[in-house]
C-alpha cells in the first residue's frame, strides 16, 4: 500500500504540471487574439480615413471641374474664349505646375462640357449637387455621352444611390437598362400600379441573364442554380432594393404547400416579391 502511495504523488504533480502548461498555453493564445483585435481595430480606422480621404479628395476635384468647366463656360460665350485661348491655359497651368495632370487642353473642353451638360438638372446650376460629387471623373465622362437629360439623370441617380463602379455601370448602359425601365413603368400590371408604394423604375420590361453560362436549352433547376451562384450579377441586373430570401420557398395555403423559385424582397416597396421561372 505504501508503495502504491509513493507512486501516486509524482502522478499528480505530473498531472498538476501538465494543466500549469495547458492554463498557460490558453492564457498565451487568448492574449493573442486580444491583441489581433486590437490590431485589427486600429488597421479598420486606418482603412476608413483612407477611403474617407479618397472620397474627400474625389469631391474636392469633381467640384474643382465643374467650377473651371462654369468658368470657361462663360468665357467662350462672353469674351470669345476659344481653341488658342484654352490651348494657351493649359500651356500655362503645366508651365507654371508641371506635377499636376489632368488640365490639358482636351481636359478643360471637358470641363466645360460637363458643367454644360450639368448644368440644368434638378439641384445642380452654379453649384454641382453634393450627390454626384461622390461618382468619379470616369463616371462622369461616360454619362456625359448618353443620348438625353432624361437617361442621364437615371444613370446618375442609380450610381449615386448605389454607388456603382465605373464597370457596373457600363454594363447597365451596355444592357440599355433605362430604356427596359422606362418600359416597364409603361407596361406594367395594374395590380402593381395599385400597389401604395411608388412602383416607378423597380422593374425592367425585360431582364438579360447573359452572365450565365448555360445553354440555350435548360431546365428550371439549372437556370436557378445559375442564378444563385451569379447571385451579385443577378442582383445587380434585378436592380437595386432586391433582398434574397431563399430558392424553392415553401408557402403553405390551407393544407397545400407551393414552392416559390426565387423569392426575395424589396426594401423600398417593402414587399415581397417572387420570381417563377
Known sequence: MQKNKKNIIPFFKFILEVMKVEKYDIKNETEKIIEKQNFENILSSIRLAQKEVYTYANANLINLYYTIGAYVSEKVEKSNWGKGVVQKLADYIKANEPTIKGFSANNIWRMKK???????????????????????????????????????????????????????????????????????????????????????????????????????????????????????????????????????YRVSVGNDDFYIDLLFFHRKLECLVALLS
Open 114 to 248: 460637363f458643367y454644360e451638360t450639368y448644368k440644368n438638372l434638378p439641384h445642380c446650376g452654379k453649384k454641382l449637387d453634393d450627390k454626384f460629387l461622390l461618382l468619379s471623373w470616369s463616371h462622369h465622362r461616360r454619362i456625359m455621352t448618353l443620348k438625353n437629360e432624361e437617361e442621364r439623370s437615371f444613370y446618375l441617380k442609380l450610381c449615386s444611390e448605389n454607388k456603382y463602379s465605373i464597370r457596373e455601370l457600363e454594363k447597365l448602359i451596355k444592357t440599355a437598362t433605362f430604356e427596359r425601365t422606362m418600359l416597364a413603368n409603361t407596361n406594367i400590371s395594374k395590380f402593381v400600379k395599385e400597389l401604395p408604394q411608388n412602383t416607378e423604375n423597380i422593374f425592367k420590361d425585360t431582364y438579360i441573364f447573359d452572365f450565365l453560362n448555360i445553354s440555350k436549352t435548360h431546365s428550371e433547376k439549372t437556370l436557378r442554380k445559375a442564378l444563385i451562384s451569379s447571385l451579385k450579377d443577378f442582383i445587380l441586373e434585378l436592380g437595386s432594393g432586391f433582398t434574397f430570401i431563399g430558392e424553392e
